[in-house]
């Protein structure tokens, strides 16, 4: 008998033991992404979350801030010491600041154990650019879309003007003056010029400019001698010939206070041109009739680089899981069946995929929404029914990356020049952006008001401080 109870004491001791293991809680974990939130997300986080938890331990929540509420939302939620794991970013996102900031954790001592497949397909360009004051503070995405500026434009059209390709902003400039003057019945043959100045500012002088609406600028590679975009000749040149265009009807005199989103004004037919990168061509070409043949143009003379800053996705200070974020991120970026779930949706429900493991999409699920930071080249898909030529151009590109030294450079000025800025912000929202549109009502006047305006805010002081950061900024890669 004191066998029996010596053996089930025990027992009932090793069940005691062993219980709280058993019946452990997984891991939450919790992130944010900057995008609305998919119709359907719900079903397939669901699913997402029983494969985490049975392989990893952890299950994840997905918060979303708009794009209306990413100018005060995302700066909040970075500032506010709230706790979660894993948050979009990006170089146009503010990155560099946030990261020197400290809104980041610094990831280097945890990299290598918790993400030895990332480590190992990702090249030492990609944490250079992601590295600042000596730290890596993100996981760079190697799908993200090629720093090049292209224009979607229709393929009939083209065809109908005698136009076999577009690769320079005069081409593109006489596809818009045919549209304009042979196809009255789009209304905008180019919405929103603004990109059109940057790109013929480029082209044209080899000027390109920086910061807040683009008021600072160098020429072809001498990053260090920088100048007011304003100040200069070409610029003058330039805004008048924007000028000129809108004349011509190139867009609407009343660009400033149009809102819609383009992709959809060029599905209705209603504008017939995009400029954007090439991730563009996939969503819009889907978006349009196939007799349209929208095709995609790289604007050769556009500066590109591998893009590694321009997705990424960080861990914040305030994690109290990091070590589990990154294995989870992990099996995201190289496990299909986490990463299909988190994008495309529940397949048979949002998406199926072909025989060549292309995706189409079945449902509204709105794919790769906010995702962008977490894809690779080995888990993100062609989409069924994308440009035949699709992957070769995106290849062709991949193939020729430049060297684009200021690959992680964020000009900020918010330490000593806070007011200042704003001030300037205010004078450019006034008289530069009216300008690079080709609206303003008075060309030489309002550059002159700029001018003016830029002296009264201490554009000489601000430009000697984006000087300085750009020469350190080279001087420590």
């Known amino acids: 008998m004191k066998k029996l109870i010596s053996l089930v004491l025990a027992l009932a001791l090793i069940f005691a033991l062993a219980a709280p293991a058993a019946m452990a809680a997984p891991t939450e974990l919790i992130m944010y992404l900057i995008s609305d939130r998919p119709v359907g997300f719900d079903d397939a986080l669901a699913e997402f979350n029983k494969l985490a938890e049975e392989e990893l331990g952890v299950t994840l929540t997905v918060n979303f801030i708009t794009w209306g509420e990413f100018d005060t939302s995302y700066p909040l939620l970075l500032a506010s010491g709230e706790v979660f794991d894993l948050v979009y970013c990006a170089g146009w996102a503010g990155y560099t600041d946030y990261a020197l900031k400290g809104s980041f954790m610094p990831l280097e001592d945890l990299l290598a154990e918790n ?5 190992a397909a990702l090249p030492q360009q990609a944490w250079d650019d992601v590295t600042v004051d000596g730290h890596i503070y993100a ?3 190697n799908a993200a879309a090629p720093q090049t500026t292209g224009c979607d434009v229709r393929g009939d059209l083209m065809d109908a003007y005698g136009m076999e390709s577009i690769g320079s902003v005069d081409d593109l400039v006489a596809y818009l ?11 905008y043959p180019l919405t929103y010029p603004a990109t059109l100045y940057d790109i013929m500012l480029s082209e044209k002088y080899d000027i390109h400019t920086f910061g ?6 160098y020429r072809g590679k001498d990053y260090e001698n920088l100048f007011m975009t304003y100040d200069c000749d070409e610029f003058k040149e330039v805004v008048h010939t924007m000028a000129e265009l809108t004349e011509k009807g190139l867009w609407s ?4 206070s149009i809102t819609d989103d383009e992709q959809v004004l060029f599905s209705q037919g209603a504008t017939a041109c995009r400029i954007h990168n090439i991730d563009s061509w996939l969503s819009i070409y889907q978006a349009c009739p196939a007799e349209w043949d929208v095709r995609w143009y790289r604007l050769a003379s556009d500066p590109h680089s591998p893009g590694y800053l321009q997705d990424v ?4 200070y305030t994690s109290k899981h990091p070590a589990e974020a990154l294995k989870l991120l992990d099996a995201i970026r190289t496990d299909s069946r986490y990463y299909d779930k988190l994008v495309y949706g529940v ?4 998406y199926t995929l072909d025989e060549n493991g292309y995706v189409e999409m079945i449902s509204d699920f709105d794919s790769e929404a906010g995702t962008w930071g977490m894809a690779t080249l080995d888990v993100k898909r062609l989409y069924n029914g994308a440009p035949a030529t699709y992957a070769a151009v995106l290849q062709e590109i991949i193939d020729n990356y430049g060297d684009y030294p200021l690959s992680g450079f964020n000009l900020d000025l918010t330490s000593g020049f806070s007011s200042e800025q704003a001030m300037i912000a205010n004078a450019a929202s006034e008289y530069l952006v009216p300008l690079k549109s080709g609206v303003a009502s008075d060309v030489d006047a309002a550059i002159a008001q ?3 305006q830029g002296e009264l805010c201490g554009d000489d002081a601000m430009l000697e401080e984006a000087t300085n950061q750009m020469k350190a900024f080279l001087a420590a890669k």
């Open 347 to 350: 397949e048979g429900k949002d």
């Open 450 to 452: 700029m001018q003016k």
């Open 253 to 256: 005199r009343s660009v400033l």
């Open 177 to 187: 003056t045919n549209v304009a003057e042979k196809n009255p019945e789009i209304t």
């Open 212 to 217: 807040t609406n683009g008021i600072f600028a």
């Open 115 to 119: 993400m030895p497949a990332t480590m």
């Open 313 to 316: 996705m960080c861990v914040p």
């Open 139 to 141: 996981v760079p995405s």
